[in-house]
């Protein structure tokens, strides 16, 4: 009885070990790499990273954005204070999801490194469509669905740091993390 039980325990584990992760994982990995990219971006200025999941006009388009931050001698630091999934969407090799985003957003002056403007607090209603690459997804497309100021007392500047975006001590841009924080 014993051994039985153990072979039961045993090749469940082994199980589960071998089942690869879900499509709804790996989407909602890319979305946060995206997301968390941006403040990276902000703060770095790289972009290069965006490549690895997101198609070519887009990482092309959050460069344009980026520079022209910098052409006015601004770079954007950013904070998410929420970001939440919608059901996804599929049709074949695509897959579309929507998404509540609640942003923290101040600009730095980069010749005096201080804050050239309040922070301001946005809410925005987005829509991320993806295609299948190999196992992975990549982002197509991107539209806002909606986006309204928030006027709230919670609204904060960013920390210059950079310590609380991350969303955890060891996330990877390149690969699909094993457990996703949500809300």
Known sequence: MIKSIMGICLISMMLM??????????????????????????????????????????????????????????????????????????????ATITTLENWTFSYVDLTTKKLAHDPVSIFYKMQYTLQKWGEDWIIVAIKRLEEQELNTPSSHTPSLEGQQEQPDEDFDFSEPQKKIKTH
Do not use: C
């Open 17 to 94: 070990a071998s089942v690869p992760i879900s499509d709804d994982k790996k989407i909602k990995h890319t979305l946060l790499k995206y997301n968390y990219g941006i403040i990276k971006m902000g703060r770095s200025g790289e972009t290069d990273f965006f490549k690895a999941f997101v198609k070519e006009d887009v990482a092309m388009k959050l460069q344009v954005w980026y520079e022209s931050w910098k052409f006015s001698n601004l770079t954007m630091l950013a904070e998410i204070n929420d970001l939440r999934f919608s059901p996804i969407k599929y049709n074949d090799a695509n």
